[in-house]
């Protein structure tokens, strides 16, 4: 598989403090790569450097080779890098269509004819779950279908390297599985994505590949089952009870 | 057509209802009614193109701006001082949007670096910045004014006319950017402004371009009033009154909308008419007091009040 | 031009600075806890030009030491303010619209009511003390700027003692820098949030009067004073009280020094350029400057 993203000496400090110091990793194309790690540990600061909605301080983001450090997010997503946020951002005084709409018009590598955006549209609401919503007012959703939303508005830009930012967070277990299931299906389809997570479980599950920060520094990276005996990670859990509590979780059969 | 489409009757319904009251107001001077009653249509409908066009920036695109008078007053000057060096009008006055099309971009550029309120307020400074800056010089006639040269003036219909053209103008505009994409991007800025540049929407060239397209229609309508007044000065075109009064009414008729802008512009130019004469001052209490009453109870303004009524009369009937 | 004009100018500038200080407190007081920039500002300013001015016509007593009173019933003309409308008015991290066009309207009323009760009559206070000055070897001070710097220091230094301790004064510094934070640490916001109101009106009624003893008025007053304390604020770092000093200064320092430069007719324009240039080129005021600079070297 060829290399897509590669990320090199990222660093990014908020006044005195670094939330993101000398970050490296690739992503190859067609995986879900995975990037956990405590609160604060700089994932979402990573992920909106890459994204375009954050200036880096210094480093280099290459996308298939293309140097696009500093690049606005307007210019980011055109070249087929979009996110999703943390926190739903929908645009609340429009209908879902028309939020899913925006990111079509113009987020799209290509628009398609005028007669298909309303199917495109649709087909879109359908694979996220949204059917039915489509005239709702996005502001009236409830957390599980905003959820969908951010997904689905992200998806309408037709993105190559989705960036998605604790999509399952607030949900409940079927609304999880599900969500991670749209996942493994775009991945199948061909789109790359790049998955914070606090949820240990569905990381483990879902991810080809699994970076793991702590205080803005890579501490780990490899496969699930290499993440999960990693001696440094292990001592990073044990460390902390929160984390304790998670690497626990991960013991309980599925 | 954007979004799931509002149905068709109803949207023919509001074809008939527009072509109509075109045809009325064309017919107006026809029917002999009072010179002062065409004045005040008149003046209607200059209210009602600035309406449409602050409620394009400030209304669809969130962007609040205390700084109109400026095109209004670079449009008025620019037609007026065309008119008295020879142009006809009719290249003049469309010269006079062009001018603050123009200047709205050299104000953008940087302002439109600024996010929601503080644009507002640097938009205060630009304004009065401008008009100390505009009393001051040679070509304005200074704080005296210009008066335009009476040869070649229009018969008050021709104005009527003139004024007529120019809101439906802005209305048409106004229609056709609010169902385009481009209306769709400018209202994802107003809800989100980040989360819409993430999704591929570049913020800051659409706010520069519905920046010209407002001012270029503010500044036709500065036009056509100064050729209508004949007389133009700084403290009057680019005051920041001028500015007050063409942000409320767009915001009391109800933002964002094509009807608020219009009932908002309406209601002022009637109120002023009769107030002004006994309480020079008394209509901008009143607005002021408005405004404050629509902030706390209805954000959606006499438009949306008019909607809430109407809905409930409907649902309360048999 | 020699060096005592210049001192004279110096001076004149740090006097200038205590009462646009004064002025400009209130305003970072009601964003350091409402996150709201109070566009009423300058019509609240008005009114404590004219409540000065009656007070001066109703009471044999120096208008100077009447204008103090504006404070307390400015206090509690804020408070109503707030009780009645402004609380009514969702407040974020970050100002909003409707909050600012709020505001706005307010402001719009009070001018106008100034024009209803008050006519469009330029007006002004004039006492004995009006044109007495105080010669300092070459620097000529005009007594009643002296009077006016006194009593804005004294007011300042009041809030000041007030805001370290006290339980509002507490409460107001963590909902300042942390509105969040200090909400979950069971900070009666509603209550704070008034009585903020309350205090940034009051000064900003007290610095009102007291600049009616400096200037002459008309129910306008108060607009270019409204951009200045803006400036100020956003020099300031918005809503740090001591960069509120520092930033008065620098404000006052230009203005007086600029007659040195900028003809007269444009000399009005100096503080909406200013505050067009700060927010554009220092939108986090002098502090961040400073922090910028350290990061280049």
Not at chain 2, 209 to 215: K, R
Not at chain 2, 268 to 282: A, L, N, R, W
């Given at each position: 598989m060829t290399e897509l993203l590669s990320v090199k000496g990222l660093t990014r400090h908020f006044g005195g403090i670094a939330a993101v110091v000398n970050l490296q990793f690739r992503v190859k194309e067609r995986e879900i790569f995975g990037i956990i790690g405590p609160n604060g540990a700089g994932k979402t600061t990573a992920f909106s450097m890459i994204a375009g909605s954050l200036l880096p301080t210094a480093g280099s983001i290459r996308f298939r080779g293309r140097e696009i450090a500093g690049w606005p997010s307007q210019r980011v997503v055109h070249l087929g890098i979009c996110r999703t946020h943390q926190v739903p951002r929908p645009f609340t005084g429009m209908t879902v269509y028309e939020n899913v709409e925006v990111g079509m018009r113009f987020g799209g590598r290509r628009t398609p004819p005028r007669g298909e955006v309303a199917d495109e549209i649709e087909r879109i609401l359908e694979f996220t779950g949204l059917s039915g919503w489509g005239a709702s007012s996005a502001g009236s959703l409830p957390t599980g279908n905003r959820k969908r939303l951010e997904l689905a508005r992200a998806l309408a830009t037709d993105p190559v390297v989705l960036l998605c930012d604790e999509i399952c967070g607030g949900l409940n277990p079927t609304e999880t599985a599900d969500i991670l299931s749209l996942l493994r299906r775009l991945r199948d389809s061909g789109i790359t994505i790049l998955y914070i997570e606090h949820d240990m479980r569905a990381v483990m599950r879902t991810c080809d590949r699994i970076m793991v920060l702590n205080y803005g520094q890579k501490l780990a990276e490899g496969t699930p089952e290499e993440i999960q005996d990693d001696e440094g990670v292990i001592e990073a859990y044990l460390g902390r009870r929160s984390w304790m509590g998670r690497a626990e979780q991960l013991e309980e059969p599925p | 057509m954007s979004a799931a489409p509002a149905s068709r009757a109803t949207s023919r319904t509001a074809y008939a209802v527009a072509a109509l009251a075109l045809l009325a107001f064309l017919a107006v001077p026809w029917v002999g009614i009072?010179?002062?009653?065409?004045?005040?249509?008149?003046?209607?409908?200059?209210?009602?193109?600035t309406s449409l066009a602050w409620n394009l920036l400030g209304g669809?695109?969130?962007?609040v701006s205390f700084g109109f008078a400026v095109f209004y007053g670079l449009g008025a000057y620019t037609a007026g001082l065309s008119i008295n060096g020879g142009i006809t009008p009719y290249a003049a006055i469309p010269a006079g949007g062009a001018v603050a099309a123009f200047g709205s971009l050299l104000i953008g550029l940087p302002t439109f670096r600024l996010r929601g309120p503080y644009f507002a307020i640097a938009t205060i400074g630009v304004n009065e910045a401008v008009r100390?800056?505009?009393?001051?010089?040679?070509?304005?006639?200074?704080?005296?004014?210009?008066?335009?040269l009476q040869a070649g003036r229009f018969s008050q219909a021709e104005h009527y006319y003139a004024a007529l053209g120019v809101a439906s103008l802005a209305f048409l505009v106004s229609w056709r950017v609010m169902h385009s994409p481009f209306g769709l991007a400018l209202r994802a800025i107003r809800e989100?402004?980040?989360?819409?540049?993430?999704?591929?929407?570049?913020?800051?060239?659409?706010?520069?371009?519905?920046?010209?397209?407002?001012?270029c229609l503010t500044g036709v309508a500065g036009g056509v009033f100064a050729h209508y007044t004949a007389y133009i000065h700084p403290d009057g075109v680019f005051s920041f009154s001028t500015s007050t009064s063409i942000l409320l009414m767009p915001v009391i008729g109800g933002l964002g909308t094509l009807s608020g802008p219009v009932?908002?512009?309406?209601?002022?130019?009637?109120?002023?008419?009769?107030?002004?004469?006994?309480?020079?001052?008394?209509h901008l209490l009143l607005y002021g007091a408005l405004l404050i009453l629509i902030m706390l109870f209805e954000p959606g303004g006499l438009a949306g009040l008019w909607r809430r009524l109407a809905r409930r009369l409907r649902g309360g009937g048999p | 031009m020699g060096l005592d004009d210049l001192l004279n100018l110096f001076v004149a500038a740090i006097l200038l600075a205590g009462i646009y200080t004064a002025m400009s407190i209130g305003m970072t007081v009601i964003y350091g806890v409402m996150k709201m920039v109070n566009l009423a500002h300058a019509g609240f300013m008005m009114l404590g030009a004219y409540f000065a001015l009656e007070m001066s016509q109703r009471l044999p007593i120096d208008p100077l030491i009447t204008s103090v009173l504006a404070a307390p019933v400015f206090f509690l003309l804020g408070i109503a303010t707030h009780r009645g409308m402004v609380r009514f008015v969702p407040v974020a991290d970050e100002p909003t619209l409707p909050s600012l066009l709020l505001l706005f309207g307010l402001w719009l009323v009070l001018q106008n009511f100034g024009y209803a009760v008050w006519g469009a009559d330029d007006r002004s206070i004039f006492t004995p003390l009006t044109m007495a000055t105080f010669r300092f070897g070459g620097i000529v001070v005009p007594v009643i700027r002296l009077i006016v710097f006194g009593i804005a220091l004294l007011s300042l230094v009041a809030l000041h003692l007030s805001l370290q301790h006290t339980w509002f004064g507490r409460s107001v510094r963590a909902l300042t820098q942390n509105r969040e934070a200090g909400q979950l640490a069971g900070i009666d916001t509603g209550r704070t949030a008034m009585l903020a109101f309350g205090l940034g009106i009051a000064f900003t009624g007290l610095a009102g009067a007291l600049l009616a003893n400096l200037y002459s008025f008309t129910p306008d007053f108060g607009g270019s004073f409204m951009l200045r304390s803006f400036v100020i604020t956003v020099l300031g770092g918005l809503e740090s009280f001591s960069g509120v000093a520092i930033g008065a200064v620098i404000v006052a320092l230009i203005e007086t020094?600029?007659?040195?430069?900028?003809?007269?007719?444009?000399?009005?324009?100096?503080?909406?350029?200013?505050?067009?240039?700060?927010?554009?080129v220092l939108p986090g005021g002098i502090e961040g400057l400073l922090q910028r600079w350290r990061r280049l070297r």
């Open positions: - | 009072s010179n002062n009653a065409i004045r005040l249509l008149l003046t209607t409908f200059l209210w009602v193109t669809v695109t969130g962007q100390i800056v505009m009393s001051n010089l040679d070509i304005t006639g200074g704080a005296s004014g210009v008066r335009l989100d402004q980040d989360a819409a540049a993430d999704v591929g929407v570049h913020p800051f060239r659409l706010k520069l371009a519905v920046h010209a397209l407002a001012a009932i908002g512009a309406a209601v002022y130019s009637i109120v002023q008419e009769e107030m002004v004469v006994h309480f020079p001052q008394f | 020094f600029s007659i040195l430069v900028v003809p007269a007719n444009y000399q009005h324009a100096i503080s909406f350029i200013l505050l067009v240039v700060v927010l554009l």
